[in-house]
Protein backbone atom coordinates (compact mmCIF):
# COMPACT_ATOMS: atom_id res chain seq x y z
CA UNK A 1 0.00 0.00 0.00
CA UNK A 2 1.11 3.66 -1.09
CA UNK A 3 0.73 5.41 2.14
CA UNK A 4 1.58 9.01 0.37
CA UNK A 5 -1.38 8.67 -1.43
CA UNK A 6 -3.15 7.37 1.58
CA UNK A 7 -5.24 10.07 4.63
CA UNK A 8 -6.10 8.83 7.91
CA UNK A 9 -9.39 10.51 9.75
CA UNK A 10 -10.01 9.47 13.13
CA UNK A 11 -13.07 9.51 14.82
CA UNK A 12 -13.56 9.76 18.39
CA UNK A 13 -16.87 8.62 20.88
CA UNK A 14 -16.85 9.25 24.26
CA UNK A 15 -19.92 7.41 26.61
CA UNK A 16 -20.08 8.80 29.99
CA UNK A 17 -21.97 6.01 32.69
CA UNK A 18 -23.92 5.83 35.24
CA UNK A 19 -23.35 4.05 38.67
CA UNK A 20 -25.49 0.80 36.96
CA UNK A 21 -22.85 1.52 33.63
CA UNK A 22 -26.07 2.99 31.37
CA UNK A 23 -25.42 5.52 28.71
CA UNK A 24 -25.92 9.46 30.48
CA UNK A 25 -24.44 11.04 27.69
CA UNK A 26 -22.56 10.47 24.28
CA UNK A 27 -20.22 12.49 22.22
CA UNK A 28 -18.40 12.10 19.33
CA UNK A 29 -15.68 13.98 17.07
CA UNK A 30 -13.52 14.07 13.99
CA UNK A 31 -11.27 16.41 12.43
CA UNK A 32 -13.22 15.69 9.16
CA UNK A 33 -16.80 16.49 10.66
CA UNK A 34 -17.50 19.62 8.92
CA UNK A 35 -19.79 21.11 11.83
CA UNK A 36 -16.41 21.33 13.34
CA UNK A 37 -13.49 19.28 15.30
CA UNK A 38 -14.95 19.74 18.90
CA UNK A 39 -17.11 17.18 20.70
CA UNK A 40 -20.95 16.76 19.49
CA UNK A 41 -23.50 15.36 21.82
CA UNK A 42 -25.81 12.49 20.44
CA UNK A 43 -28.22 10.34 21.95
CA UNK A 44 -27.81 7.21 20.35
CA UNK A 45 -24.58 5.41 18.26
CA UNK A 46 -24.68 2.25 16.19
CA UNK A 47 -21.91 0.64 15.01
CA UNK A 48 -21.03 -2.56 12.99
CA UNK A 49 -18.00 -4.01 11.72
CA UNK A 50 -17.07 -6.75 9.19
CA UNK A 51 -14.20 -8.93 10.62
CA UNK A 52 -11.55 -9.16 7.56
CA UNK A 53 -10.33 -12.63 9.04
CA UNK A 54 -13.50 -14.40 10.58
CA UNK A 55 -16.08 -12.76 8.23
CA UNK A 56 -18.42 -11.86 11.15
CA UNK A 57 -19.98 -8.72 12.00
CA UNK A 58 -19.10 -6.93 15.44
CA UNK A 59 -21.71 -4.61 16.66
CA UNK A 60 -22.23 -1.58 19.15
CA UNK A 61 -25.79 -0.04 19.50
CA UNK A 62 -25.58 2.28 22.42
CA UNK A 63 -28.56 4.88 23.32
CA UNK A 64 -28.91 7.43 25.91
CA UNK A 65 -31.65 7.16 28.98
CA UNK A 66 -33.03 10.45 27.71
CA UNK A 67 -33.97 9.02 23.80
CA UNK A 68 -37.59 8.98 23.47
CA UNK A 69 -39.52 6.19 21.50
CA UNK A 70 -40.05 8.33 18.78
CA UNK A 71 -36.83 9.56 18.40
CA UNK A 72 -35.71 5.38 18.42
CA UNK A 73 -38.23 4.52 15.66
CA UNK A 74 -36.88 7.79 13.35
CA UNK A 75 -33.14 7.04 14.61
CA UNK A 76 -33.55 2.95 13.10
CA UNK A 77 -35.69 4.63 9.56
CA UNK A 78 -32.87 6.38 9.12
CA UNK A 79 -30.51 3.75 10.01
CA UNK A 80 -32.28 1.21 7.84
CA UNK A 81 -32.64 3.68 4.75
CA UNK A 82 -29.08 4.36 4.46
CA UNK A 83 -28.24 0.67 4.40
CA UNK A 84 -30.33 -0.08 2.08
CA UNK A 85 -28.35 2.81 -0.09
CA UNK A 86 -24.89 1.14 1.27
CA UNK A 87 -25.89 -1.83 -0.43
CA UNK A 88 -27.01 -0.45 -3.06
CA UNK A 89 -23.72 1.22 -4.19
CA UNK A 90 -21.70 -1.77 -2.70
CA UNK A 91 -23.43 -4.47 -4.97
CA UNK A 92 -25.97 -2.76 -7.43
CA UNK A 93 -28.30 -5.31 -6.29
CA UNK A 94 -31.03 -3.04 -7.70
CA UNK A 95 -34.33 -5.80 -6.97
CA UNK A 96 -33.51 -6.34 -3.27
CA UNK A 97 -32.52 -2.83 -2.92
CA UNK A 98 -36.18 -2.37 -3.85
CA UNK A 99 -37.34 -4.99 -1.31
CA UNK A 100 -35.30 -3.35 1.49
CA UNK A 101 -36.48 0.08 0.92
CA UNK A 102 -40.03 -1.39 0.62
CA UNK A 103 -39.54 -2.53 4.42
CA UNK A 104 -38.25 0.55 5.10
CA UNK A 105 -41.03 2.47 3.49
CA UNK A 106 -43.40 0.15 5.85
CA UNK A 107 -41.59 0.64 8.95
CA UNK A 108 -41.88 4.58 8.48
CA UNK A 109 -46.05 4.28 7.94
CA UNK A 110 -46.13 1.99 11.10
CA UNK A 111 -43.92 4.23 13.09
CA UNK A 112 -45.89 7.37 12.17
CA UNK A 113 -42.56 8.74 10.64
CA UNK A 114 -44.24 8.74 6.78
CA UNK A 115 -47.89 10.01 6.71
CA UNK A 116 -50.28 11.14 4.32
CA UNK A 117 -48.72 14.64 4.54
CA UNK A 118 -45.66 13.94 3.59
Known amino acids: MNNESNTKSTIEVEVELDKDMMPVAIRWKSEAN ?29 WTKEMQV ?11 RSLGDTYFKA ?8 E ?14 ITEEN
Open 34 to 62: PQGADFAECKAFSLALFDKEYKDTFKIDL
Open 70 to 80: VEMDRFVFQTL
Open 91 to 98: TKNQDLAN
Open 100 to 113: MQMFVDHFGRRTGI
